[in-house]
């Protein structure tokens, strides 16, 4: 990849803290190709939160609801069977936005005690801040707390050459709260893109538009961890 084009990627790795997310992603920030991390409070060890610090990247707390919707743990759990999980207990009253707001205040806690500050940015395990309901939830706690980066992409959702599923929602859900997101002024990338929704990263790298763009990538996973490898 040239320099042009590695300036253009915030290249953030996420669920640092379960499944085997540790050792790839503290040897590739200290080796300057990942630039955020997002970490799963609830699974993190003082250990492995002073060895995130020591490699001086941006720490970012990645929300998450795994208690609340029994799901989420596994690392290609079907997409299709999450979202009838999730629809099924928000209809039914099981995951509400109180008990949203109470979960995430205490994951902020709980960053606030191990890491001894505020993180560095918001984002959210599987996306779920981008669900509008939860979309103000996920402003206010950002606002209370000074927390000025958040994932969201002022310009919009990238999806490749071949949208997917997951993207093609993301998007529709961007449709609907980007709006009350330009009157918050806080900082975001221009755009956000999965590195899951990309078939060919090489064929995507060539045609970026104008604009930093958020990368999201899993380095536990082995292709993510060879395209960053060779191409960051």
């Known amino acids: 990849m040239t320099r042009k084009i590695r300036e253009s990627f915030v290249v953030t790795a996420d669920d640092y803290g379960i ?18 991390v997002a970490v799963l409070i609830n699974y993190v060890s003082s250990e492995q939160a002073e060895a995130l610090k020591a490699t001086g990247v941006k720490i970012d707390l990645h929300l998450e609801l ?19 999980n999730f629809c099924f207990r928000y209809a039914f009253g099981l995951v509400t936005m109180r008990k949203v707001e109470e979960e995430w205040k205490d994951q902020i806690r ?5 890491f001894q500050r505020l993180p560095d940015g918001l984002n959210s395990h599987e996306y779920l ?13 950002a606002k209370e707390h000074n927390i000025s980066y958040v994932r969201f992409g002022k ?14 929602i993301l998007s529709f ?11 918050t002024h806080l900082a ?8 899951d929704w990309l078939s060919d990263f090489k064929s995507f790298s060539e045609h970026l538009p104008e604009g930093n763009i958020e990368l999201v990538v899993h380095l536990e996973r082995e292709e993510d961890y060879r395209v960053i490898l060779e191409y960051c």
Do not use: M
């Open 129 to 141: 801040h981008c669900f509008p309901p939860f979309f103000k939830v996920f402003i206010r706690l």
């Open 66 to 84: 795994i208690g609340l919707l029994k799901r989420g743990e596994k690392a290609h759990e079907n997409f299709l069977l999450r979202s009838v």
């Open 188 to 195: 975001t990338s221009d755009y956000i893109v999965s590195l």
């Open 19 to 36: 499944r085997q997310t540790a050792e790839p992603i503290l040897r590739l920030a200290h080796e300057g190709k990942v630039d955020r």
């Open 155 to 168: 310009k919009g959702v990238l999806t490749g050459l071949h949208k997917t599923f997951i993207s093609a």
């Open 110 to 114: 709980h960053f606030q005690e191990l």
């Open 173 to 183: 859900f961007w449709e609907r709260t980007h709006a009350s997101f330009a009157k």
